[in-house]
């Protein structure tokens, strides 16, 4: 167990919806990232959050959104879902802001289907 | 973008065999990482090699880094059916900033 919370587990829902998935960091990790997984694009990473502020952005679409809470919870929005938004979402937590210097610990993923 | 790139894409060996995988990475880099995952599971970190470090073993995993050529390679030794799984290298990117950005990764099979 890595002390990463991901919740839910599976999310199937129709084109043009929006769905918010959650994450709970290890406790007292400061840090959150959220990556998608997909067959055809590997591990890309969405973007970081830490200490509640935005910390770095990736390959994030303007249709998705994350926000980090006071409690360090984190939140990922997606909103006006596609077919090809369908993949693997990962978030993993750090002690830190600078996540190459120490193990990352991944949550197990919210599998997101979109039909 | 993709600042590491495994290479196999896809590796099978018998139990007993040793299992050798490459990372190729565009820029400079502080550090690298290793991980695992298991199908459709979280990935698990296996080591951390620093830019100033050669060479790295933990247990049958031992990881090389060459920052001249920007690479590394993870060796698993004496492979197990349990080491089934995707392997991938993880770097930052100076573009990305702290975050760690990952390769495609290199799927392993070990059958008995």
């Known amino acids: 167990d890595s002390g990463v919370t991901q919740t839910p587990k599976h999310l199937i829902t129709a084109t043009g919806q929006r769905v918010t998935l959650r994450c709970s960091p290890r406790?007292?990790?400061?840090?959150v990232y959220w990556y998608q997984q997909s067959l055809d694009q590997g591990l890309q990473f969405l973007i970081q959050?830490?200490?509640?502020?935005?910390?770095a952005k990736g390959n994030i679409l303007e249709r998705f959104s994350a926000q980090q809470f006071p409690d360090l919870h984190s939140e990922l929005n997606l909103s006006s879902l596609e077919l090809g938004d369908s993949a693997l979402y990962f978030c993993?937590?750090?002690?830190?802001?600078?996540?190459?210097?120490?193990?990352?610990?991944f949550g197990q993923g919210t599998r997101l289907t979109v039909v | 973008s993709q600042q590491g790139e495994e290479d196999p894409q896809a590796l099978s060996i018998q139990e007993g065999e040793n299992a050798t995988m490459n990372c190729s990475y565009k820029?400079?880099?502080?550090?690298l990482q290793w991980y695992r995952q298991n199908s459709g599971r979280g990935l698990v970190h296996l080591i951390l090699?620093?830019?100033?470090?050669r060479e790295k073993h933990s247990g049958r995993l031992r990881v090389t880094l060459d920052t001249s050529k920007k690479s590394s390679s993870l060796l698993i030794t004496a492979s197990r059916a349990a080491d089934t799984a995707s392997y991938f290298c993880?770097?930052?990117?100076?573009?990305?900033?702290?975050?760690?950005?990952f390769g495609k990764g290199t799927t392993l099979s070990v059958s008995s």
């Open positions: 993993a937590s750090t002690p830190t802001g600078t996540g190459i210097n120490t193990e990352a610990f």
């Open positions: 406790s007292g990790d400061l840090s």
């Open positions: 959050y830490y200490n509640g502020e935005e910390r």
């Open positions: 820029t400079s880099i502080n550090n």
């Open positions: 090699i620093r830019s100033n470090e």
């Open positions: 993880a770097t930052d990117a100076w573009q990305a900033g702290t975050a760690l950005i």
